[in-house]
């Protein structure tokens, strides 16, 4: 069965610009996290979305957000992008929070120049 | 609050070398623990899990066991080869109201020369 899948796979921004990156999670998974990877601060928790309601945020600024549809696909959304965004987003996708692991996608590397 | 302390890499090691990377953790509660392998380039795969104490995860020639009384879930591997070459994360489950998420450790690199 199909993974995890991030689109697009590589961006290139312009400081002030926002972005949305979308992922699509494993068949029958409801449940869909991000995360933010990057070589100084590693691998951060951006947020968690189950049925479509957000049930976690990690400590990101209000920038950050997200949203997810009823065919469980979610989005995450940057605005006003900083240089420091620069970073490899991760999705992860569970059958629900919690069980048996996450499958992560091969992510978006977003640079913002 | 919750966290993962791997060791520094990067770790180089001869084809068919022992393996042991440390990781240890501080958590309140009894949380799964993990193992994800990050190829270039690539996201994450989950290696390796283990979900009560004295569980040892094993996949692909790697074990990892749970030992809570030293809070610790070492990677070993008895003879690693070239393709291993990665960047290893050990990872726990922190469980909140209604929540879940994963807390990563910083990573350690691991170079197999041929």
Not at chain 2, 12 to 32: Q, R, V
Not at chain 2, 59 to 74: D, L, P, Q, V
Request: proline residues 4%; contains cysteine.
């Amino acid at each position: 069965k199909a993974g995890v899948t991030q689109t697009p796979r590589y961006l290139i921004k312009t400081r002030g610009q926002q972005v949305t990156l979308s992922c699509s999670p494993i068949s029958g998974h409801r449940s869909v996290s991000w995360y933010q990877q990057t070589p100084g601060q590693g691998l951060q928790f951006l947020f968690e979305y189950f049925s479509e309601t957000q049930r976690n945020k990690g400590n990101f600024p209000g920038r950050f957000s997200g949203r997810q549809f009823s065919n469980s696909r979610s989005e995450m959304n940057v605005s006003t992008l900083e240089l420091g965004d620069s970073a490899l987003y991760l999705c992860a996708s569970s059958l629900a929070p919690g069980a048996d692991g996450y499958t992560f996608g091969s992510g978006t590397r977003l640079t913002v120049v | 609050g919750n966290s993962v302390t791997q060791m520094e890499g990067p770790v180089t090691l001869s084809e068919e070398a022992f393996l042991t990377i440390n990781c240890t953790y501080t958590a309140t509660g009894y949380p799964s623990l993990f193992w994800y392998v990050q190829y270039p380039g690539e996201g994450l795969q989950l290696l390796l899990k283990a979900t009560k104490a004295d569980d040892k995860g094993s996949n692909k020639g790697f074990e990892a066991t749970y030992r809570k009384e030293t809070t610790s879930f070492h990677l070993e591997k008895g003879s690693v080869q070239v393709s291993d070459s990665a960047v290893y994360f050990c990872a726990l489950s922190d469980r909140g109201d209604s929540s879940y998420k994963l807390i990563f450790g910083s990573g350690t690199r691991l170079l197999v020369r041929p």
